[in-house]
């Protein structure tokens, strides 16, 4: 899937000293060269950071690490979850609960929907369980759908009264003698 690819690297031809990420020049930040070109140096530290936020497995497995998949919403420990149902019946326990069994427990959400202008960055995600993700997002759409109809609703109002105005116009000037 194209969304789960590495970005490109912008600069990835730039010489030495010269940021593959961001395409600034990498100099001595202190000591004896301190404002020369640092030729040992590819990459700013910052921009090594930028460039694995930007990828959305890093994200992932950032946000692993942080919430060891506890739901931010209603608090459930999924892998405590996964390590009580096993064995027999344990998949239909679990899509009885509305999980899909074979997939992970938990899911990475954007808490600011991407297609509403939020980010990759770590303060946008959270680990929600499967069914609390399955709601956000149905609730999100809903959400989503009745902006929607406000704004075509908003439109069709403000048509009407241009025409309102303009027939008045046109009265008006039929009234002069
Ligand atoms: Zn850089
Ligand atoms: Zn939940």
Known sequence: ??????PEIPFSDAPRATCRWCGDSILYASGPRAGKPDA???WHPECV???NQSDPREARR??????RG????????TYALRRKLRGRGSHRKLRALGFQPRKSLWELDHIVPLVDGGSHDASNLQTLCKPCHTRKSARETAERAGRKRAEAELRILERADTLLADSERILAGLEQP
């Open 62 to 67: 950032r946000v692993r690490r942080r919430d």
């Open 1 to 6: 899937m194209a969304a789960h690819r590495r």
């Open 70 to 77: 506890r739901c931010a919403d209603c608090g459930l420990d």
């Open 49 to 51: 950071d930028a460039y």
């Open 40 to 42: 040992r140096r590819r």
